[in-house]
């Protein structure tokens, strides 16, 4: 079974781990954190080094790809463009729970992780380094743009599509074929029922903008 390496020791890290050992389809050589000390572990698994011990790794595990566990959007894709950089030939894997269901003609990107109970409707196409979370849900022929990510619960209609570096917060309902904008964060619970712009949150039933929101701005 061919190895990769899992960036982030966190509890999305502990979720993520799981869900490639559920899946058997690859061994997990470690993680890389810049927050653990090499050779400690971490959920049963070596805690390697941190990303600029990843040229090295490569070549001494055989490494057969990695996979970035961090939950906020801007910063997984910062790391991911960190990694592409330093080990540019070693491709990025995507991880699916056995207990999530993809519909026929569902694309899943590479870097994504579908958690358990998540369900991938008829031709939903989902972008690079998305999340799509435990018991979340994509209609038919939903997009999620790279670096998108639904929270635990989310209820998302047919015909939507989700800008990139967006969030969809836990428990939250976009009605069919509303559009929600790149960098935007849809608060908990909300229901959208109306297209969300760009760089913005919203939240409330219905979802009605509250603020401005500028990339990069955390919100987890």
């Known amino acids: 079974m061919d190895a990769i390496v899992i960036v982030g020791a966190s509890g999305h890290g502990k979720v993520v781990a799981d869900i490639v050992e559920q899946a ?5 050589a470690g993680f890389l954190d810049r927050d653990r000390p090499a050779g400690s572990a971490f ?31 801007w ?16 491709p990025f894997v995507a991880a699916v729970h056995p ?7 569902a694309e899943v990107g590479p870097g994504t992780v ?10 939903c196409r989902v972008g690079a380094h ?8 994509l209609d038919h022929d939903g997009a999620m743009g790279d670096f998108s990510s639904l929270a635990p619960g989310a209820a ?14 836990i428990g939250a309902c976009v009605a069919h074929s509303r559009r929600i904008g790149e960098h935007a964060v849809v ?20 979802a009605r903008v509250i603020r401005e929101r500028q990339p990069g701005e955390r919100y987890l």
């Not at 109970?117 to 031709?123: F, I, K, T």
């Not at 998305?130 to 849900?137: H, K, L, Q, R």
């Not at 209609?157 to 990139?164: A, D, K, M, P, Y």
Request: net charge negative; proline share 5%; aromatic share 4%.
């Open 99 to 105: 207990a999530a269901r993809l519909a026929r003609g």
């Open 24 to 28: 058997e389809q690859y061994c997990i």
């Open 43 to 73: 959920f049963g698994l070596p805690v390697l080094g941190t990303e600029a011990e990843l040229p090295r790794l490569v070549r001494e595990l055989d490494l057969a790809g990695m996979l970035v566990a961090i939950g906020d959007n």
């Open 75 to 90: 910063t997984r894709a910062r790391v991911v463009g960190e990694l592409s950089r330093q080990a540019p030939s070693l």
């Open 156 to 169: 998302v209609g047919g015909n939507v599509c989700i800008g990139s570096y967006s969030a969809v917060s």
């Open 187 to 206: 608060g908990a619970g909300a229901v959208v029922v109306s297209d969300v712009p760009d760089r913005c949150v919203a939240y409330g039933s219905p």
């Open 130 to 137: 998305c999340i799509v979370n435990t018991g979340a849900s």
């Open 114 to 123: 579908v958690m358990a109970g998540a369900v991938l409707n008829s031709d």
